[in-house]
């Protein structure tokens, strides 16, 4: 089979995400108790509605401000925000050099806000330029994986067919909804399980 597009997720495949590090770092930049941070983040849903597209970048950082109580302002700024998504973010390194060998193209499908877009660089310097305008996230469509319609949201805005994708997810519930969308999906957590996965395909 021929393979046109690797797509990508972002935490548990090229990251290991650790929310309480993230919660903590915000915490301490902003000196307000983790716990406020996280009834501001998620007990309240704001972090589910910027995923979603429910609130631009703007708008969802200007709220998390007023739900924070903060003194530097109405609004935390993308710099804040992005530093504690670095801190919490702990880059695969064995897969991105398997990622760095590959001669084809790559893209990104996220399950996150729009603020992940201008993140994505600075948490994953060695895949950039490569991945510069190829990052989607759940915010873009108003959909979640594993909802078939996001995958084939996304290969529309890059004119690829669905058959000539692989996709791959730490989560077997997203790999199970990009193949009811008519991808190729593996599930991959680390280097050896995607190099088993590009070796399958005859990728590498």
């Known amino acids: 089979m021929r393979i046109d597009l690797l797509l990508l ?19 301490r930049a902003l000196d307000v108790a983790p716990e406020t941070v996280q009834a501001a983040l998620y007990d309240s849903g704001l972090e589910a509605a910027h995923d979603n597209g429910t609130l631009d970048g703007p708008a969802y950082l200007a709220r998390l401000g007023t739900l924070l109580g903060t003194l530097l302002g109405s609004t935390v700024d993308v710099a804040t925000w992005t530093a504690a998504r670095q801190a919490a973010s702990h880059p695969q390194h064995a897969v991105l050099q398997r990622l760095q060998a590959l001669q ?14 201008q993140a994505l660089p ?18 873009d469509f108003g959909l979640r994986k594993p909802a078939p319609a996001v995958f084939l949201r996304t290969l529309e805005a890059l004119d690829v067919a669905p058959a000539r994708t692989l996709f791959v997810d730490d989560l077997f519930a997203n790999v199970r909804g990009a ?11 680390d280097g050896r399980g995607l190099g088993k996965v590009l070796k399958r395909y005859q990728i590498a």
Request: proline letters at 5%; charged letters at 15%.
């Open 104 to 117: 084809l193209p790559l893209a990104v499908l996220t399950n996150n806000g729009a603020l992940m877009v």
């Open 9 to 27: 997720d972002v935490d548990g495949v090229l990251v290991q995400y650790q929310r309480a590090q993230r919660v903590l770092h915000l915490a």
């Open 179 to 189: 193949r009811a969308a008519g991808l190729h999906a593996e599930t991959v957590r």
């Open 122 to 139: 600075s948490l994953l310097p060695e895949l950039f330029p490569a991945l510069q305008g190829r990052v989607f996230c759940s915010a």
